[in-house]
């Protein structure tokens, strides 16, 4: 059972109060992309056997998106963080680093 | 207009707990930006205290639930809610806001007993920390109550209130009602 802390309200949410939102950090690739770029943006998701970061939504509570880094693995929590941003910011690298060091995601390291 | 009534019609029913509708609350639903300087001051020059994030201010019939960073529940008598309403827009009209009368989307109970008896039967039913050091009286937990949204709080140590939609009330009635079932006390708390 995951628990994340909602970066909007600080409540401790159990995975039960929470949607999940699939992978993190997508850029959308619309009107006037190639055929390969639109595919990719719309079907193809990592998959790691590790680090990864993930969009929740905080549906029993406050509503708000935000992102989380865990570990598929062992499925422990890097931490949490604001909705509002293309890439994790730089204290969630370093707790990821601070526990799996050399770690890869995507273009993230 | 017809007359208002609660879902529940004055239901009180005992177990280990004592499950009563808290009957018609008036429930105001505010959207503004909490953290905008402009809607604060505007608030506060109304006569109204703003709740820190997951908290109350007042009590049922008179306060204010924190819900999200956007929006905020202002509890009041279910006959001023209109008036109310009325002095919020006035207040708030320069600003981006939503303010609307709610009063009879919500079901409210009051579980009453042992402190511990309530904790309990609230945590037989949640995924939320209820542990007093969690949730002291003053704090708002938004949750899930088996398979609905809920939101409770206490208003003094033996003393909780909750409050759901009202299409589910009944269904919360019977889940409480089931849990606080005398003879399945856990004694957790």
């Not at chain 2, 009590?59 to 279910?78: K, R, V």
């Amino acid at each position: 059972m995951l628990i994340l802390t909602c970066p909007y309200c600080g409540v401790r949410c159990d995975e039960t109060e929470l949607a999940p939102g699939g992978e993190a950090h997508l850029k959308r690739f619309g009107p006037g992309s190639s055929d390969e770029e639109f595919e990719d943006y719309l079907f193809m998701r990592a998959n790691p056997n590790g680090v990864h970061f993930e969009r929740w939504r905080h549906v029993y509570g406050c509503g708000k998106w935000f992102h989380a880094a865990r570990n598929t693995v062992t499925l422990e929590v890097y931490g949490t963080y604001s909705a509002q941003v293309h890439a994790p910011p730089q204290e969630i690298r370093d707790a990821v680093s601070n526990r799996v060091p050399g770690w890869h995601w995507k273009d993230e390291s | 207009m017809p007359e208002s009534v609660t879902p529940l019609d004055g239901a009180t029913c005992s177990g280990f707990v004592t499950i009563k509708d808290a009957g018609l609350a008036g429930m105001i639903l505010l959207r503004a930006d909490l953290g905008d300087t402009d809607v604060v001051s505007a608030l506060q020059g109304a006569g109204f205290d703003l709740p820190d994030p997951a908290e109350l201010v007042g009590e049922l019939g008179n306060g204010a639930l924190w819900m999200s960073p956007d929006e905020l529940m202002i509890l009041c008598a279910h006959d001023e809610a209109e008036a109310i309403v009325a002095t919020l827009a006035e207040a708030l009209s320069e600003l981006h806001v939503l303010v609307a009368n709610v009063s009879d989307a919500r079901a409210v109970f009051r579980l009453s007993g042992n402190g511990s008896a309530v904790r309990e039967v609230l945590a037989k039913l949640s995924p939320a920390d209820l542990r007093q050091a969690a949730l002291p009286p003053g704090r708002v937990r938004r949750t899930r109550l088996a398979q609905v949204p809920a939101a409770f709080w206490f208003a003094s140590d033996d003393e909780a209130v909750l409050i759901c939609f009202r299409s589910v009330a009944g269904y919360v009635l019977e889940l409480l009602l089931k849990v606080a079932t005398p003879g399945s006390e856990v004694g957790h708390f």
